[in-house]
C-alpha cells in the first residue's frame, strides 16, 4: 500500500493558463474524490467517482472544472483558464466502499497550485 | 446534511489527555461519527470513526453521547507531533464528506 499520490506537489502557473493535476490512488480503491482547500479552511468537496462513474459534482465545480477517471484507476482534475481564486490545495482521497459501509477515506498531500 | 460544531482552538501540555468536544445535534439514525486531523502542509489523516458505542485504537479513542448528540475525541497522551486541525464530520455513507473548519489543538511542551 503506497497510498494515493498527487502529481505535482506544487504548480504555479499564469492566469488564463490550463492546468492539469493527476491523483493516483490506493490500488483496488473503487471510490476517489477531490477535494479543495485554500488558507484557514477545511477541504471543500468538489466531486467523486465510483469506478468511471462520476457520481456526484459540487456547485463550487464551475465549467472551467473537469474531473475524468478512466478505466477506474487513476483520475485526473483539469482548470481550464485559470483565474487567481482557483489558487488552492487540491486533495485527492480513495476509499473503498460498498453499499453504505463507512470506509475511511486516504488522502494524498495535495496539488499547491498558484495562479498570479 | 447534519452538521457539526467544534471549538476553533485548544491548547494542551505534552503528555497530558485531551479532550477535543463535537456537537451533532441534528444527527440521524444511521450517521457514521468519523475523525480525521490535518497536520501542517499534509493531506488529512484518518483518525476513528464509530456508531453508537465507544471506539478505542491506536490513535484516540472515541466517547459518544448516549444520545448521539455529541461525541468527544480522546487523545490520552498529547505530544508535539499531535499538534494539528482535527475534523468531525457525520458521514451519512450516502454522499461525501463535509468537513467544517475543525479545532486546531496546540500542545505545549
Known amino acids: 500500500d503506497t497510498g494515493v499520490s498527487q502529481d505535482p506537489r506544487h504548480k504555479i502557473t499564469k492566469r488564463g493558463q490550463n492546468v492539469t493535476f493527476r491523483c493516483d490512488p490506493i490500488?483496488?480503491?473503487?471510490?476517489l474524490y477531490w477535494y479543495r482547500q485554500t488558507l484557514g479552511q477545511g477541504p471543500e468537496f468538489l466531486t467523486y467517482?465510483?469506478?468511471?462513474?462520476?457520481?456526484?459534482k459540487s456547485r463550487l465545480l464551475s465549467d472551467r472544472f473537469s474531473a475524468e477517471r478512466p478505466k477506474g484507476s487513476f483520475s485526473t482534475l483539469e482548470i481550464q483558464r485559470t483565474e487567481q481564486g482557483d489558487s488552492a490545495m487540491y486533495l485527492c482521497?480513495?476509499?473503498?466502499?460498498?453499499?453504505?459501509?463507512?470506509?475511511?477515506?486516504?488522502f494524498g498531500n495535495g496539488t499547491r497550485l498558484t495562479v498570479t | 446534511d447534519a452538521k457539526t460544531t467544534q471549538p476553533n482552538s485548544m491548547e494542551s501540555n505534552e503528555e497530558e489527555p485531551v479532550h477535543l468536544p463535537c456537537n451533532h445535534s441534528?444527527?440521524?439514525?444511521?450517521?457514521?461519527i468519523h475523525w480525521y486531523r490535518q497536520l501542517p502542509s499534509q493531506g488529512p489523516e484518518y483518525v476513528i470513526h464509530?456508531?453508537?458505542s465507544n471506539v478505542n485504537n491506536r490513535m484516540a479513542s472515541l466517547a459518544i453521547a448516549e444520545d448521539r448528540k455529541s461525541s468527544t475525541l480522546i487523545l490520552h497522551r498529547a505530544t508535539l507531533r499531535d499538534a494539528a486541525v482535527y475534523y468531525c464530520?457525520?458521514?451519512?455513507?450516502?454522499?461525501?464528506?463535509?468537513f467544517g473548519s475543525g479545532t486546531r489543538l496546540q500542545v505545549q511542551p
Open positions: 464530520i457525520l458521514n451519512t455513507g450516502r454522499r461525501a464528506l463535509t
Open positions: 490500488s483496488e480503491h473503487n471510490r
Open positions: 464509530g456508531l453508537t
Open positions: 482521497a480513495s476509499s473503498f466502499t460498498q453499499g453504505r459501509n463507512n470506509s475511511p477515506l486516504h
Open positions: 467517482f465510483q469506478n468511471e462513474a462520476q457520481l456526484e
Open positions: 441534528t444527527i440521524s439514525g444511521t450517521d457514521y
